[in-house]
């Protein structure tokens, strides 16, 4: 790629994301800010630890004191019914909501309610939008390479060659994600899926600690689904990776008949354990018949 090619993909990537910041953030790009001093602590195990949080809209309680620890890792699924508050608890992990009361920590040191968005990022937060957000008019190698270059350990590839290194990794993940032979290819053309893996690639070049997938299947095909739980468990231990699906299918074939899950329910958690038990739980039924 030529370096004014990098240069106008940079601007694109910038107004990209200056479209999908929330109103009234200041955060900027993301990826382009400052770099955070401090690396999570993960001596005592856990990745992200929620504690007691709170969030309300309006009277409203989206999150009903929430708590929750996501071992370093662990792959945790989280079902519940729609309204239980999954995506309101990615919204508070990533900085996007601000909770009423409680507390949030990444590692045993990182406390996540006193960093900004573009900050959880740094940190090595990454979150997948049910939505594919690739560019489509530049391929699928390209959507890579920016997203490496985005990355604060890798800004100077915007303005030189990549080092092999960037190279190995991208081809690494290209492997991962399925989309190899397609990286020539404008990613306008994927598929829906493979848009979504795509996506999922442009989070794993930044090497992310955490990963938070919102119903990374909706829309794709039964073999694609699979394809993606694949990928997901080949993540498994490298990553901490929550995942919030509706599909049984998919999060059996990720559980693999013994991983926790987690049911939320009214802005709390009704139960968790693995997800026969927890699909035996009377409780859990209720809710889900009720809907
Ligand atoms: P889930 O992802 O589990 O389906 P959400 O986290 O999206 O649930 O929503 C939880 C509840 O909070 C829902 O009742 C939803 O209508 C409400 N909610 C979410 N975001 C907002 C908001 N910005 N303003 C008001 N209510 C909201
Ligand atoms: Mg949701």
Wanted: hydrophobic share 40%; net charge negative; with cysteine.
């Amino acid at each position: 790629m030529t370096p004014e090619l990098m240069e106008s993909g940079a601007r694109a990537r910038e107004a990209h994301e200056a479209r999908l910041a929330p109103q009234g953030s200041s955060g900027g790009s993301a990826s382009f800010g400052r770099r955070l001093g401090t690396e999570p602590d993960f001596a005592h195990g856990v990745a992200l630890y929620l504690d007691d949080i709170t969030v309300s809209f309006d009277g409203f309680k989206a999150l009903n004191r929430l708590s929750l620890a996501i071992d370093v890792g662990e792959l945790r699924c989280i079902i519940g019914p729609n309204g239980a508050g999954k995506t309101t608890m990615m919204d508070v992990i990533t900085g996007k909501t601000r909770p009423d009361a409680g507390r949030l920590s990444f590692g045993s040191n990182i406390d996540l309610l006193r960093l900004r968005e573009p900050e959880i990022v740094q940190a090595g937060i990454g979150r997948k939008f049910q939505k594919p957000t690739v560019y489509e008019e530049l391929s699928v190698f390209e959507n890579l390479e920016l997203a490496l270059a985005a990355d604060r350990r890798a800004r100077a590839a915007l303005w030189s060659r990549l080092s092999g290194v960037q190279l190995d990794r991208i081809a690494e993940v290209l492997q991962l994600i399925h989309l190899l032979p397609q990286a020539q290819r404008t990613a306008g053309l994927l598929s829906h899926g493979q848009k979504q893996w795509l996506e999922i690639g442009m989070l794993l070049v930044q090497d992310p600690k955490l990963l938070l997938l919102d119903e990374p299947v909706a829309g794709m095909t039964d073999d694609e689904t699979e394809r993606t739980a694949e990928l997901f468990l080949s993540l498994e231990g490298r990553h901490s990776l929550v995942v919030v699906e509706h599909d049984m299918k998919f999060v059996a074939q990720l559980t693999e008949g013994r991983k926790k899950v987690t049911v939320l329910h009214e802005g709390a958690v009704l139960a968790e354990g693995r997800l026969g038990d927890v699909q035996a739980n009377e409780q859990v039924i209720e809710v889900y018949l009720g809907r």
